[in-house]
């Protein structure tokens, strides 16, 4: 906790050893994997320009040092620091409030985001083994497909090194929600950015559920309506993969999801309690640990997780056995079953 400049003067003045005097809430660090990706450069870009952090620090394997001479050159205010390759990782990450994972390879066309889980579990694995000695009390974002894997697996690796806290880790669904509303908006003729659509369960597939029946303003769908718009905000990650022909998933999209959750909790840091949708551990819906729901944010990340009252609730049942087999599959990934 901060303390301000008076009791840390008294505290000076009676001897004693303060071992960290970072405000975190006015001075936040916000850490970036994966940052000279895809994703990465323009959630740099877009991270660069919100006036709430105060510090970026882009971590890569390759290249950091050019995106970060190129974004230090924006005269905004957070300062950039670049880190390259495992051995400035726990630099990059060290007093982080904020880390945002998007580290990590993306679909081509034919592939599920399943497909991606050799290569990435094991990225998401050993970035989250340094999370957890350089930066315990983080908030963990991760972006990394598969998602409702990934969430488990980064989840296991804070546990075996005792210092998992459900509230501070998050599978980011941003997009799927950016993505409903302008679906929405565009269908219905509304303002994108007045329309509201909470999107629940996890982020693959059938697991991603479009709350229609919740949108805001209130809006009537017809039987056929909801039969064309729910498989398109499922399937609409491999619309951009397919219209990219190989080169790669949503990047420009994701970017502005990215900087908007992350946003979000910088604000819940600093005391602006806000709801968004995320996949968090959650009670929310029996039988299944992680689940994607509408979620207040604040100082401690998760400070209540806002239950799925819904019609669409055969939707919900049909994504709980598809999310355990995910959440398995990470968990036996880092108890090694
Ligand atoms: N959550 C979502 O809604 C969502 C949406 C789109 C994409 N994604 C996922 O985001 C991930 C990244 O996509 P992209 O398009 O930016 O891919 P990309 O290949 O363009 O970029 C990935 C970056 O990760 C870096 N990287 C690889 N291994 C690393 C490691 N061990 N440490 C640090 N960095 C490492 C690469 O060097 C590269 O710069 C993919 O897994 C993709 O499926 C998630």
């Not at 405000?23 to 994997?33: D, G, T, W």
């Not at 997780?305 to 019609?311: A, D, F, N, W």
Request: proline share 5%.
């Amino acid at each position: 906790m901060a303390l301000p400049a008076k009791s840390l003067a008294s505290a000076a003045a009676n001897g004693l050893r303060l071992v960290s005097v970072r405000n975190s809430s006015s001075q936040p660090k916000v850490a970036l994997l994966g940052a000279s990706g895809g994703i990465g450069q323009p959630l740099g870009l877009l991270l660069k320009q919100d006036p709430l952090v105060a510090h970026l620090a882009l971590y890569d394997v390759v290249n950091t040092p050019g995106v970060a001479a190129d974004l230090s050159h924006i005269d905004s205010k957070a300062k950039v620091t670049a880190h390259t390759g495992a051995a400035e990782l726990h630099a990059a990450v060290k007093d982080a409030d904020v880390i945002v994972i998007p580290a990590g390879v993306p679909r081509k066309p034919g592939m599920t985001r399943d497909d991606l889980f050799n290569t990435n579990a094991g990225i998401v694995r050993d970035l989250v083994e340094t999370i957890a000695k350089a930066a315990p009390k983080a908030l963990i974002a991760i972006i990394t497909n598969p998602v409702n894997s990934t969430v488990p697996i980064a989840a296991e690796v804070l546990k075996k090194n005792g210092v998992y806290d459900k509230r501070r880790l998050f599978g980011v669904t941003t997009l799927d929600v950016v993505r409903s509303q302008a679906f929405v908006a565009e269908l219905k003729g509304h303002d994108a950015t007045k329309t509201v659509v909470p999107v629940v369960g996890g982020h693959a597939g059938i697991t991603i559920i479009p709350l229609l029946s919740q949108t805001k303003p209130s809006t009537k769908f017809s039987d056929e309506e909801i039969a064309k718009l729910t498989p398109r905000i499922q399937d609409a990650g491999t619309e951009v993969v397919n219209a990219k022909a190989g080169a790669g998933s949503a990047t420009l999209s994701m970017a502005l999801a990215g900087a908007r959750f992350a946003n979000a909790l910088v604000r819940g840091i600093k005391g602006d309690k806000n709801v968004q949708c995320a996949y968090v551990e959650s009670d929310a819906v029996k039988g299944v640990q992680y689940f994607s729901t509408p979620v207040e944010l604040g100082p401690n990340g998760v400070e209540k997780i806002l239950g799925v009252t819904s019609y669409e609730q055969k939707l919900i049942d049909a994504s709980v056995a598809e999310l355990n087999k995910n959440i398995e599959k990470g968990v036996a990934f880092v108890k090694g079953k």
